[in-house]
């Protein structure tokens, strides 16, 4: 896997369908176009294959810029081109492309590393990492380094801001290094309002001269990821009334941002040990927010949950949800 560096817009990429992008870039790509102001907006998009949002916005943008020039230099990268001809959020290998920012062995970490070389010493102005969430959540952006500058990056698009620093190997989080950076939580796949409010979201910040340094944490809702909640992923799941060995409430994905109250319902299993929460720091902290009665899994403790999702190659791959404290 070779990393590709252009200079021009290919301009098939604009119409052609997500299905067909292996017929337009071989492999992961980036596309640097010149504008009037040297130092650039990198865009990261298409991570994972089969959250569509970020590929319609790239879409737009080449499309605003086939014969003109942008505000500022923008950098796409369009990353696992071979997931996204699948329609699938991994290509076969089952390596997860935004958890390769950083050292590594992998021929991901090969291109994130050929990537992060390239804009090293570009003078980046900011880096906007667009996502689609598994989940129901509201739209949100998420940050790793809490000072104004990306206070006011994540207010941009939304007021609500997570704050996280795990786990390690995500994009925002390498880039938060070199610039102001985030990640961009866009909803569902597949939604045209998603397209519509990233697309603007990074057309302003295009044409913005400066993110502030003076702005205040006040002027947002900032929350902090603490944990994650993780199935045990051996275990045969559903999130019906299956005769299965792990049973998901249904409804959980509702209760994202919305707190999660004393006694409420997250799984049923006959198993003990197939739900667990592990904080940031590593350690197991399940009997700190779940308790586990009559083969149930329920909220021990009110807590805030993000990312919850009722998609089971997710909560095997990845997890089932984030748990969350209000910081302001």
């Not at 559903?238 to 209760?255: R, Y």
């Not at 009997?287 to 999702?309: A, G, Q, W």
Request: aromatic share 10%; net charge negative; with cysteine.
């Amino acid at each position: 896997m070779k990393l590709s560096i252009l200079d021009y817009i290919p301009l098939d990429l604009i119409d052609c369908e997500i299905t067909q992008i292996n017929k337009v870039l071989e492999g992961p790509t980036l596309i640097h176009i010149e504008g009037d102001i040297p130092n650039p907006l990198f865009v990261t998009t298409l991570l994972h294959g089969n959250e569509t949002t970020s590929f319609y916005v790239l879409q737009k943008l080449l499309n605003d810029y086939k014969d003109k020039r942008p505000p500022r230099d923008l950098i796409i990268f369009v990353g696992n081109i071979e997931a996204t001809s699948l329609g699938k959020r991994v290509a076969s290998d089952d390596v997860d492309f935004n958890r390769v920012w950083c050292k590594g062995d992998t021929k991901y970490h090969q291109v994130t590393n050929d990537v992060i070389e390239y804009l090293k010493n570009k003078n980046l102005f900011a880096s906007i990492d667009i996502h689609n969430n598994t989940g129901a959540n509201p739209f949100y952006g998420c940050i790793n380094v809490r000072s104004g500058k990306f206070y006011h990056l994540a207010a941009l698009f939304q007021k609500k801001v997570v704050y996280f620093t795990e786990p390690d190997g995500v994009n925002s989080l390498c880039f938060s290094k070199i610039c102001p950076s985030i990640t961009i939580e866009a909803g569902k796949s597949g939604f045209p309002e998603a397209t519509v409010a990233v697309y603007n979201y990074v057309k302003k910040v295009l044409h913005l001269d400066e993110l502030r340094d003076d702005y205040g944490c006040d002027e947002i809702t900032l929350y902090h990821t603490v944990a994650t909640i993780k199935v045990n992923k051996n275990r045969d799941i559903t999130v019906s009334d299956e005769d299965k060995e792990l049973k998901i409430n249904p409804a959980i994905e509702k209760f994202n941002f919305v707190p999660m109250l004393k006694g409420q319902l997250i799984a049923k299993s006959m198993n003990k040990n197939d739900l667990c929460v592990i904080s940031d720091e590593g350690d197991d902290v399940t009997s700190n927010y779940l308790i586990y009665h009559d083969d149930c899994y329920r909220v021990k403790e009110m807590f805030i949950p993000s990312m919850l999702t009722t998609n089971i190659e997710v909560m095997k791959k990845d997890c089932l949800g984030y748990v969350m404290e209000k910081l302001i």
